[in-house]
């Protein structure tokens, strides 16, 4: 009580002299934190401080429960062919392909209707479908554009720049994550960490490392910061899903204007002088062959 | 919650006398780290001797080992040796050793998660704390519960719990009783190291009945457990991952179980409450009653907590043989029923038809006068199907004494098969369902007639993937089950053998067959109970070991009724009525009673018959009052009274006793002992509370039946699950129920 009457008391004195407002209401401000991360959120432009969209279903006139869907004929195949991997009493094993296939049928995204189209497939209540779809970032719920952009924000490619980028993305689009474009060709989201989810174990020194383990997988933390851009522009036959590595804001931008010209640009490292996920201007180390743990006589064995 | 008083009281001394000196040294809630100031050791001294104390298992809990001792191991428990079956979980172990462990997701009747790491324990030579309520027993396993590993895990975990949880206790619901709370007393730090913004979640619409403050939940999953396994509608999940991660429904979905509002219990925080109950009363401030609930005929044990004349609210009490630890939607919420229409003074219809309150000498008398005018065959009784056994006796007593034999209670049909308990009773014992393999329902909807007794259908069916067939109107299941026919034609065909069904019942081992009260109401119902004694006969269904053959019966005082052989035919004896006496019976067909007849209701609520009545006399409900009830496996109970009874309104046994001597024929009993005693002249097992007396004679000795099946297909009894009787009718919970929750 006492704490609120000083804050009334603060808050007259300031609009009695305008110039201490902004004083007073800098001290008014419950705690150091709190300001903080108003400011944090009132610069950011995302909507929610979260990766994934909404874990709830607002009905919109193309996502609807009672709207009709179903398998194209091609794709009725391959779900034949998906749920022969699975024993007939696990049927729901195959609830992840499925998704992902209907998400390739429907232009990028996955309608409730198309869940609950799979669920009755697999034989399981709709409910363990949304949980699955829900609980996968790369499956979206909402309408996206025909190029999905999603950047990375793991410590790795955030340490790298991964904010600049989102922003950089979302100013020269226009839109606010998870929005599309007005002309439908693209939205901009968000991923977690794109390679095998070793980020943890990535930094500059352990660049070496994942090159001498083989962990070449596909590039990602070692050329941070990136973006995969899911293209579904050509439907689930042409369908693919390309990564960009070591972008800068600027290059972020004319990769986006290439694909808004219909060209490919070239995927994997945008950097001029790096091969795949090989250091900068060429091995720096492994010149030879590798040397052989000493403690331990190879050709013994 | 027995740890966190233990945990406590061994963290006195240390409060005492450590805290004042440095807050952080202690946080760890050990004898160990007491032992340094004196007054402390004093204290613990006597209690922590060198030698561990022998202790019981948690609650009470009976451990029954295998005969076999192979399946059996020893583990240590705190240096305690515990035998426990083979199979058990580390908790388990725990448990019988009396040591109650800190958890938020494990519930011992659901499937087991592991997933909110509170139950963590130290296992000597595992490098991690482990999570015991996932980790089975292995021999010789050396348990240390109350070790700084145990404590500090614990600890860590419960940080982490309420680096999210809002701190809202002073306006939750569940403060108070609320898990979280308890083990933060415990667990928990007195300040958080977290400074960043805490996750907010949507909340969600389940219904009327269950109110979600979703940002409190912990995940624990135990709703979403609760509701896929025993409830049997998948509408909850999981959604999202990491920190927003949810609990929800996806697409707008209510929660239409009949059993939802358990998940209020089970919920360990305030995430999921009573809607009804919200900000009404804080649980420490209520009084419980352990009681029974009398809305259908299974006898769910509940507990009435009330705050001076009112009921607050139901929970349920734990009774292993009929409703386990859950309770229906009907008996949890019907109380506000209790509080609204309620008739609370005796009064006389005037000349001008509306009523006018008037004393119980008047309306007693006005009574007495018309019973000297009518014939004695022209006296009937009517008792409703919430009265309990006392009132019963008395109506019968009384009408007997008045020189007329009309006494029947409402709900048993023409001629209920009343010489034979067996034949109106549920055989086989609620918990015995569990030991079928195959079920016939007939007749019956056991999700809408006794929403407990179709629980352990369910559980029985997916534990042991037992078949259930059923013959009747289209209705809702929510297990597997095959819908065989829709009349009497189709019982007639599996007793003839002629149904594929039939292979079914032949393979099975321990057959059950429930036949629906409903049936009672059938003009061909004795045709209809030969077919099912035959059926019975051949598929092996009574046997000496097991007596599979049930009626599953629709009102609390159904029971009771048959026992006490109040067996007259309703429309016989309402049609030849002049003088009608009806003790809480709203649902009796009044369409043939002749115009002069003069109506007495006696009863609690202002329902459908006392659109007829001439005289009003008030009782008490079942909240109320002592009274006898026997559910539909035989079990006798009693009702203790909660709340004091509603203005001038008396017990329905001293209501009829009083009249009994204003009219001239007193009736021998002054006492509810008396009463009782009464009682048990003519059915001595309604005295043995809290005891199933099964029915011991077979059906053989029954007279061959003439009649004919008829082809009428068997119809749904209770259409509304929500509202039954009087009490449900009223209250204002049940008709939103109704409203939002029944399929149109
Ligand atoms: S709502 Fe309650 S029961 Fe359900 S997961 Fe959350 S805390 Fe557990
Ligand atoms: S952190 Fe961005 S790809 Fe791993
Ligand atoms: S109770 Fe063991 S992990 Fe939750």
Redesign the pocket.
């Known amino acids: 009580m006492a704490a609120r009457l000083a804050a009334r008391r603060l808050l007259g004195l300031a609009a009695a002299s305008g110039s201490a407002s902004e004083v007073a209401a800098r001290r008014l401000a419950p705690s150091p934190i709190a300001a903080a991360g108003y400011a944090a959120a009132s610069r950011a432009p995302v909507s929610r401080p979260f990766s994934t969209a909404l874990n709830y279903h607002i009905d919109s006139p193309e996502n609807k429960p009672d709207m009709k869907w179903e398998f194209s004929e091609a794709n009725m195949k391959k779900v034949k062919e998906i749920l022969s991997h699975y024993p007939s009493n696990y049927k729901q094993s195959g609830i992840i392909p499925l998704l992902d296939l209907a998400q390739q049928q429907h232009g990028g995204w996955v309608p409730v209707a198309a869940m609950d189209a799979i669920a009755k497939i697999v034989e399981v209540a709709p409910i363990r479908v949304y949980e699955v779809a829900t609980f996968y970032t790369m499956f979206n719920r909402a309408k996206v554009g025909k190029y999905h952009l999603l950047v990375c924000g793991t410590t790795p490619c955030m340490i790298r720049g991964s904010r600049e980028i989102e922003e950089t993305l979302l100013e020269h689009l226009g839109v606010k994550r998870n929005e599309v474009t007005s002309d439908g060709l693209f939205s901009v989201g968000e991923m977690e960490c794109m390679n095998w989810s070793d980020c943890v174990v990535i930094s500059d020194v352990k660049i070496n490392f994942i090159h001498i383990s083989g962990l070449h997988w596909q590039g990602c933390c070692v050329n941070a910061p990136m973006i995969a851009v899911a293209d579904y522009s050509k439907g689930s036959e042409g369908y693919s899903y390309n990564y960009y590595e070591d972008l800068t804001p600027k290059r972020v931008v004319e990769i986006v204007e290439m694909l808004r010209r219909g060209e490919t640009p070239p995927r994997g490292t945008q950097h001029p002088e790096r091969k795949n996920c090989g250091p900068a201007g060429g091995n720096t180390t492994l010149h030879g062959e590798p040397k052989p743990p000493p403690c331990r006589d190879l050709d013994a064995c | 919650m027995a740890f966190v008083a233990r945990a406590l009281r061994r963290s006195k001394p240390l409060i005492s006398s450590r805290c004042p000196v440095t807050v952080a040294s202690c946080r760890w809630i050990s004898p160990t780290a007491a032992a340094g100031s004196p007054e402390a050791g004093a204290a613990v001294a006597p209690a922590d001797p060198e030698l561990p104390r022998p202790r019981e298992p948690v609650g009470g809990a009976r451990v029954e080992l295998p005969s076999n001792s192979e399946d059996a191991l020893e583990v240590f428990v705190d240096g305690h040796a515990v035998r426990i079956p083979k199979g058990f979980t580390v908790?388990q172990a725990c448990e019988v050793a009396g040591v109650d462990i800190p958890?938020?997701?494990?519930h011992s009747r659901l499937s087991i998660?592991?997933?909110?790491?509170?139950?963590l324990v130290e296992v000597e030579k595992s490098p991690k704390p482990v999570?015991?309520?996932?980790m089975p027993a292995l021999p010789g396993m050396k348990i240390k519960t109350n070790t700084p590993v145990a404590k500090k895990a614990r600890e860590g975990v419960m940080e982490f719990l309420l680096m999210n949880h809002p701190l809202d206790c002073p306006i939750c619901d569940q403060g108070g009783e609320c898990d979280l709370q308890d083990q933060s007393m415990a667990f928990g730090a007195d300040r958080g190291r977290f400074t960043e913004m805490k996750r907010s979640v949507v909340d969600k619409n389940l219904g009327p009945l269950v109110k979600t403050v979703m940002t409190r939940c912990i995940q624990?999953t135990r709703c979403v457990r609760f509701a896929t396994e025993v409830a049997g509608v998948q509408d909850l999940g999981i959604l999202g991952r990491g920190s927003g991660e949810e609990i929800g429904t996806y697409v707008e979905r209510l929660m239409t179980s009949e059993l939802s509002g358990n998940v209020i219990d089970i919920c360990p925080v305030g995430a999921l409450t009573s809607k009804p109950f919200a900000f009404k009363a804080r649980n420490w401030e209520l009084k419980n009653t352990e009681t029974i609930d009398v809305t259908d005929a299974v006898g769910s044990n509940i507990r009435v907590d009330s705050r001076g004349p009112e009921v607050m609210r139901i929970v349920p009490r734990i009774n292993e043989d009929i409703n386990e630890e859950w309770i229906s939607d009907k008996t949890r919420f019907c109380y506000d029923g209790l509080k609204r229409q309620r008739l609370n003074d005796p009064m006389i219809r005037g000349p001008d038809g509306r009523f006018k309150a008037v004393t119980w000498r008047d309306a007693l008398a006005v009574v007495a006068e018309v019973l000297q005018q009518v014939k004695p065959q022209e006296i009937t009784g009517v008792a409703g199907k919430l009265s309990d056994a006392e009132s019963m006796m008395a109506l019968k007593d009384f009408v007997n004494r008045m020189g007329s034999d009309k006494v029947l209670c409402e709900g048993n049909g023409p001629s209920p098969p009343a010489d034979l308990r067996s034949n109106y009773l549920m055989n086989t014992s609620v918990a015995g369902l569990e030991k079928a393999d195959v079920f016939l329902l007939v007749g019956t909807q056991p999700r809408v007639e006794a929403a407990m007794v179709n629980a352990r259908i369910r559980k029985t069916v997916r534990a042991t993937q037992a078949k259930v067939g059923y013959i009747g109107a289209p209705a809702d299941f929510n297990y597997d089950h095959e819908h065989l026919g829709t009349g009497p034609q189709t019982l007639v065909e599996i007793a003839e053998g002629q149904h594929p069904f039939c292979s079914v019942l032949q393979s099975a081992k321990n057959p059950v067959i429930i036949a629906g009260a409903g049936l009672f109401e059938r003009e061909d119902q004795d045709a209809i109970f030969s077919t099912i004694q035959t059926l019975a006969k051949k598929y092996n269904v009574t046997r000496p070991d097991w007596n599979g053959l049930n009626v599953l019966l629709l009102h609390a005082a159904q029971a009771a009724a048959l026992d006490l052989g109040l067996v007259a035919n309703p429309a016989e004896s309402i049609k030849s009525a002049k003088f009608l006496y009806l003790m809480g019976a709203d649902d009796i067909n009044l369409d043939k009673l002749p115009e002069d007849a003069f109506v007495v209701y006696q009863g609690h609520h202002g329902d459908k018959a006392v659109y007829r009545a001439n005289v009003i006399l008030p009782s008490s409900a079942f909240s109320e009052k002592e009274g006898t009830y026997e559910n539909t496996e035989g079990c006798t109970q009693w009702t203790i009274p909660a709340v004091p009874t509603v203005g001038d309104a008396r017990d329905d046994w001293k209501i009829i006793r009083a009249l009994s001597e204003v009219a001239g024929a007193q009736l021998p009993y002054d006492s509810l002992q008396a009463v009782r005693d009464r009682i048990s002249t003519v059915a001595p097992n309604l005295i043995h509370v809290d005891e199933r007396e099964p029915s011991t004679i077979s059906a053989e000795v029954k007279p061959p039946v003439k009649q004919q099946v008829s082809s009428t297909p068997f119809k749904t009894i209770v259409e509304n699950f929500y509202m039954t009787d009087a009490i449900t009718r009223a209250s204002k919970i049940m008709a939103q129920c109704s409203a939002s929750l029944l399929k149109k």
Do not use: Q, V
């Open positions: 908790l958890r938020f997701c494990y998660a592991g997933n909110c790491r509170m139950c999570a015991s309520c996932a624990c």
